[in-house]
């Protein structure tokens, strides 16, 4: 619109100055680069926005990007998302420079870390040139779930950069976004929760005063006791009623009926085109362009149906780089003039949309238009799902369906529309969403197919009991001829959640038969070879694991994208078969295409197992980054069964760098996993407990970590060597307390089973085992031999702690044998590895035992490198090699600004000026 705008009335503000103190306190804090986020939870016309806004402009150089949740478009995949995109590039053209992801908007399989990593980028571009950044995003309730996920996944990585992030909400949160908004909210040190109640009566008499009423006391008291104290109903009824009828009112009052009747009232003082540019505004939603509304309102220039209808606080315009946008003052505003179009007017102002709009809105708008069953509507939108669903976009295939649903007549085919809908969104996660479906879907006529489904629902709700008893109804209950899909899906489940208990012989039948006969392009399939194939390499038969995956290219690279989850199996079982190199190449693979925006089954997993290979490989920066972004990731999905990997696999760095408080809160999640599930995540957390004893000396803890291995049914059948730590550190357990017999035969065991396997790893564990377990009986000359054959076996492998430990004992054992000398020299291999590893316990022994024979190392970090941290370690060397700060930012998930902190400190801590001094500083240093 090119007209000049008429000048309107300063908006009224009164009060809430303990909340503006409050923001102000966080805005302080991002400031200084330490970003906060707010979220500021509130009744429907408390204030939140008028709040929000008012503190911000009353702040000076601050850029502010602003986003909406919209009830119509919460399966809208980074609707959100892409409203910040664009707010930020209305401030900056440049800010979207060279971020793929969210120029061309997000796809809708996008993987949510993939576009967190590429927001964090945006919001860190904007700060060079300001104080501090303002991210706004209101009625986050309302946020589409890749959206949610991408700001969850931003804001857990904000570290020093200088962003306030306002997050407004209903009172019930963010309850429909899944448990990690809840844990952030409620635990995270840059969460702020701030509750926003209603105007007490002193503050609702300024409000009066400013609008130019004066209200009796008694008559304030009413309207506090009518409104609740919400700005926006004080409003309105100052608007339509004098003092008297604020004093006549019955105390009865219903706020939200009387409300939409206020409302509708005050539309009806509207000029015709003003009404009509309201209307269609609330037909297209809570937002939409000014031209598409009036488009649908029939008006050529809308500029004076605007001017008018912001005057009367129905709506607010935007500019924005794709045009004006118009919204609601209110959602109460849009929902009462949406609700008081007739129904025969709204059908048409739908369909009219439709026309106007095309594409997948129109799908929606003739839906919102029918009145009834509409075979072509349904059959057009069952089309979009199963296009959707093709592309991946199981979300979008789901709300069509749903949609199709409500517009097919009741009976069969509307039964499998919603059956449909319901086993789309548990194939995609949605925990949440489908949760909400499940009693609908309980409603339906008995069938495998949907027992299967109710079954899969109770595994992703970590219900595996109610998902065990499902499963197996389905299964009696299916026809072979008839229901053979149902049958396997209900095997595959069968085969998960026992092989998640530990009745391994019995989940190893049930994947079997789900595999027998299977095409390979099931929904399933990729699923069932995955589980299928961990017995397999579990009870040596690795040959046979690898076998389940023979179609895949050898070259990580090459693997199909859909065969993404497989291609993560394939890493873990190289990872157990010793072959380090190759598992880090797919696991590394699977990581890059997770960051590159590809969504797959098993999100935590590949990083999780990642970090363990890297623990193996002596690279405990990058295992114990991948770790915690494995943790993250299960969090913000709720994947609670992912969070007994997760956090198992990544409480050994923090454990064998003495981290302790790091290393016990990783290793009691995992308990606690374990304690819903047991089985499997029994096993992974019972490693974890024992390396934590190890580190910590404690024998005892350790041991109680095996107890709870030794817990899970046929523990002895799939007890693998290599792929899990509870064994060798029972074995050391046992021999420390002193019980050499039970360690003598714990490690007879061990060690046949891993020359079988030719699991060489686990033979150096032995060899350090057998060593100390002689050296204990007394028999120097013997584990001086064990230990020294050993350590020429390792030295071919990398596996540098565990080559250490074997260095330690040895040099140890020589000392007592009055070989100084050879003793030194072996003590001071140990400790060169455990200085470079940063693992202090270990390197703490490994000093008093030179200092006890006359030779001293000093405590330190990498003395080339000396005082940074593992953070300001990990982003110098990646800088040295190259890399631009944004190009380290989405390798380590931080956000660019973090990445400039970290550097600033590496070079003041080394002395340096600039990256190339820094690459020449680093030049030459070897990983250990």
């Not at 399933?524 to 397999?536: E, N, S």
């Not at 590949?606 to 980054?625: C, I, K, Y």
Request: net charge negative.
């Amino acid at each position: 619109m090119d007209h000049q705008r008429r000048s309107r009335p300063a908006r009224v503000f009164v009060g809430r100055l303990p909340e503006q103190a409050e923001l102000m306190a966080a805005l302080t804090a991002a400031r200084g680069g330490e970003p906060r986020v707010v979220i500021l939870q509130g009744e429907a016309g408390i204030g939140k926005s008028s709040l929000v806004f008012k503190f911000l402009g009353d702040q000076q150089g601050i850029p502010v990007i602003t986003a909406s949740g919209d009830t119509a478009e919460t399966a809208l995949p980074y609707g959100v998302i892409r409203q910040l995109a664009g707010g930020a590039t209305a401030i900056s053209s440049s800010a979207i420079a060279g971020l793929g992801l969210l120029a061309e908007g997000p796809r809708a399989d996008t993987d949510p870390l993939a576009a967190g990593v590429e927001f964090l980028s945006l919001i860190s571009s904007l700060q060079q040139k300001a104080q501090a950044v303002a991210v706004v995003v209101e009625d986050l309730q309302w946020v589409d779930l890749q959206s949610a996920r991408a700001l969850l996944f931003a804001c857990r990585r904000l570290g020093a950069d200088h962003v306030l992030m306002i997050l407004t909400c209903r009172p019930e949160g963010t309850s429909g976004l899944g448990e990690g908004w809840a844990r952030f909210v409620a635990g995270d040190r840059r969460a702020v929760p701030l509750m926003l109640n209603g105007l007490d009566v002193e503050e609702l008499g300024s409000l009066c005063r400013e609008l130019g009423r004066r209200l009796s006391p008694r008559a304030l008291q009413r309207l506090a006791a009518h409104t609740g104290g919400s700005p926006l109903l004080a409003r309105a009824l100052l608007a339509e009623l004098n003092d008297e009828g604020l004093r006549i009112a019955d105390g009865t009052f219903r706020v939200p009926r009387s409300l939409t009747d206020l409302i509708v009232a005050r539309l009806a003082t509207l000029s015709g085109t003003a009404r009509d540019l309201v209307v269609a505004a609330s037909v297209l939603g809570d937002h939409c362009a000014l031209a598409d509304a009036a488009s649908l309102a029939g008006l050529e220039d809308p500029a004076a149906a605007l001017d008018e209808a912001e005057l009367k606080d129905f709506l607010l315009e935007q500019r924005t780089y794709l045009g004006p946008v118009i919204s609601f003052a209110h959602p109460l505003v849009r929902d009462a003039v949406y609700g008081d179009v007739g129904v025969e007017l709204r059908s048409r102002l739908h369909l009219r949309a439709a026309a106007i709009l095309g594409g997948q809105e129109a799908l929606a708008h003739r839906a919102a238009a029918a009145v009834g069953p509409d075979p072509s509507l349904a059959s057009d939108l069952s089309a979009a799902a199963v296009m959707a669903a093709a592309a991946g976009k199981l979300l979008v295939a789901a709300r069509y369906l749903q949609q199709a649903a409500t517009v097919t007549t009741r009976g069969p085919d509307r039964d499998e529309r919603v059956l449909s809908a319901f086993e789309l969104l548990v194939r995609a996660a949605d925990s949440a969403a489908a949760a909400t479906a499940r009693p609908l879907i309980e409603q339906l006529p008995p069938t495998a197919r949907r027992d299967v489904a109710l079954g899969q629902l109770a595994l992703l709700s970590a219900r595996p009991l109610d998902a065990q008893t499902l499963l197996r109804t389905a299964w009696d209950a299916h026809d072979p001829a008839t229901e053979a899909s149902a049958g396997k899906e209900a095997a595959f489940g069968l085969g998960m959640v026992l092989g998640m208990s530990g009745s391994f012989t019995e989940a190893t039948m049930w994947l079997d038969r789900a595999l027998s006969h299977a095409a390979g392009s099931e929904p399933w399939y990729d699923g069932a070879r995955c589980v299928r194939a961990i017995p397999f390499v579990l009870s040596g038969a690795a040959s046979q694991a690898f076998n389940l995956f023979r179609d895949l290219p050898q070259r990580a690279a090459m693997v199909p994208a859909p065969h993404t989850d497989a291609l993560t199996y394939r890493g873990i079982i190289r990872l157990w078969t010793d072959d380090l190199q190759a598992a880090a190449d797919d696991l590394g693979e699977v990581a890059s295409r997770i960051s590159g925006g590809l969504q797959v089954r098993f999100p935590s997993q590949p990083l999780a197992f990642l970090a363990e290979t890297e623990f193996r490989r002596g690279r405990w920066d990058d295992s114990h980054s991948h770790g915690e972004l494995a943790v993250s990731l299960a969090r913000d999905a709720d994947r609670d069964y992912d969070l007994a990997f997760a956090h198992s696999l990544t409480a050994p760095v923090p454990a064998c760098r003495g981290d302790w408080v790091i290393a016990v809160g990783h290793v009691e999640a995992a308990e606690a996993a374990a304690r819903t599930f047991g089985g499997f995540a029994a096993i992974f957390a019972a490693s974890a407990r024992g390396i934590l004893g190890f580190a910590r000396a404690d024998p005892a803890e350790t041991l109680r970590g095996a107890a709870l291995a030794l817990s899970v049914p046929e523990i002895d059948s799939y007890d693998d060597p290599i792929a899990f730590w509870w064994r060798p550190m029972q074995v050391w357990a046992l021999i420390r307390s002193g019980r050499l017999s039970e360690a003598e035969d714990n490690l007879t065991t061990f060690q046949s089973r891993a020359v079988d396997r030719g699991e060489r790893s686990a033979l150096i564990h032995a060899t350090w085992l057998q060593g100390l377990l002689a050296m204990s009986r007394g028999d120097l000359d013997h584990a001086d031999q064990v230990m020294r054959d050993g350590r020429n076996t390792s030295d071919d492998l990398s596996f540098p702690f565990y080559s250490a430990l074997l260095d330690l004992e040895h040099g140890r054992c020589l000392s007592r044998l009055r070989r100084r000398r050879d003793a030194i020299d072996a003590l001071q291999a140990a400790h060169e590895t455990f200085t470079a590893l940063a693992a202090h316990p270990f390197r703490q022994t490994s000093e008093s035992a030179l200092a006890a024979l006359g030779s001293r190392r000093h405590s330190g970090g990498d003395p080339s490198l000396p005082g940074l941290t593992t953070q300001e370690l990990r982003v110098a060397r990646l800088v040295a090699s190259g890399m631009s700060n944004r190009e380290v930012a989405t390798q380590l998930y931080l956000s660019p600004k973090t990445v400039e902190y970290h550097l600033a400190h590496a070079f003041t801590k080394l002395g340096l000026n600039d990256r190339h001094q820094l690459a020449a500083r680093i030049r030459g240093l070897e990983d250990p």
